[in-house]
């Protein structure tokens, strides 16, 4: 196995770790026994937990952006399209990448919840926070501006933030309160939310 799988598998492990436990039961030694290695393994990847931990945070979040990017081109597609149903359901399951609908993704999104809220005291995953929320914000702004193509820029701001605090509460709710909100209430809490970004009849008549 090569460096950056066994890097990757490592950063799993740490995912696993706090799903079932929290962040602060992640040491070297208790990742190394997670992914069946010796903690001198561990140690020959990463020099100390603080290097393991900004690595896991920014694999999370390159993982969530990747997925994101490769949904992004449906959305465009269905836009040009002027299809609306389809448009939704690819603007949905663009959005469902943020949510815990699953093992890996409820792994890795609670290892990105848990990492943005240790953050706040610390530099090396506070950097990763920022690069990781912009990166996502970008996408979510690609997507409202297809709901709103003649939205003015703070408008289109205002509203990816909206829609990126929403995703926030889902995934955290959804992580918590999983037996009741699974993936079909958090769909028709996404849908709700898109219908609400079409400009209604009444807007669109008082721009012309």
Same mark, same amino acid.
């Given at each position: 196995?090569?460096?950056?799988?066994?890097?990757?598998?490592?950063?799993?492990?740490?995912?696993?770790?706090?799903?079932?436990?929290?962040?602060?039961?992640?040491?070297?030694?208790?990742?190394?026994?997670? !992914?069946?290695? $010796? +903690? /001198?393994?561990?140690?020959?990847? @990463?020099?100390?937990?603080? =290097? &393991?931990? #900004?690595?896991?945070?920014?694999?999370?979040?390159?993982?969530?952006?990747?997925?994101?990017?490769?949904?992004?081109?449906?959305?465009?597609?269905?836009?040009?399209?002027?299809?609306?149903?389809?448009?939704?359901?690819?603007?949905?399951?663009?959005?469902?990448?943020?949510?815990?609908?699953?093992?890996?993704?409820?792994?890795?999104?609670?290892?990105?919840?848990?990492?943005?809220?240790?953050?706040?005291?610390?530099?090396?995953?506070?950097?990763?926070?920022?690069?990781?929320?912009?990166? !996502?914000?970008? $996408? +979510? /702004?690609?997507?409202?501006?297809? @709901?709103?193509?003649?939205? =003015? &820029?703070? #408008?289109?701001?205002?509203?990816?933030?909206?829609?990126?605090?929403?995703?926030?509460?889902?995934?955290?709710?959804?992580?918590?309160?999983?037996?009741?909100?699974?993936?079909?209430?958090?769909?028709?809490?996404?849908?709700?939310?898109?219908?609400?970004?079409?400009?209604?009849?009444?807007?669109?008549?008082?721009?012309?």
């Amino acid at each position: 196995m090569n460096a950056a799988a066994r890097r990757s598998d490592v950063a799993d492990a740490v995912f696993r770790i706090i799903a079932t436990d929290g962040l602060a039961r992640v040491s070297l030694r208790e990742v190394a026994a997670e !992914a069946s290695l $010796v +903690v /001198g393994s561990v140690r020959h990847y @990463f020099k100390d937990s603080a =290097e &393991l931990l #900004e690595y896991a945070f920014a694999t999370a979040d390159d993982r969530l952006e990747g997925r994101l990017s490769a949904r992004l081109p449906a959305v465009h597609e269905a836009a040009d399209s002027g299809d609306e149903e389809a448009l939704t359901e690819a603007s949905l399951l663009l959005l469902a990448e943020f949510l815990p609908l699953d093992g890996n993704s409820a792994a890795e999104c609670s290892a990105r919840t848990e990492f943005r809220l240790a953050s706040r005291g610390n530099a090396g995953l506070q950097a990763e926070a920022e690069r990781g929320y912009r990166a !996502a914000a970008a $996408v +979510v /702004g690609q997507l409202i501006q297809v @709901f709103r193509p003649d939205g =003015e &820029l703070e #408008e289109l701001v205002v509203e990816a933030e909206r829609l990126m605090s929403l995703l926030d509460g889902l995934s955290l709710h959804a992580l918590v309160h999983s037996q009741w909100l699974d993936a079909a209430m958090c769909r028709n809490v996404l849908t709700a939310h898109l219908k609400s970004l079409a400009p209604s009849p009444h807007s669109e008549a008082a721009s012309h």
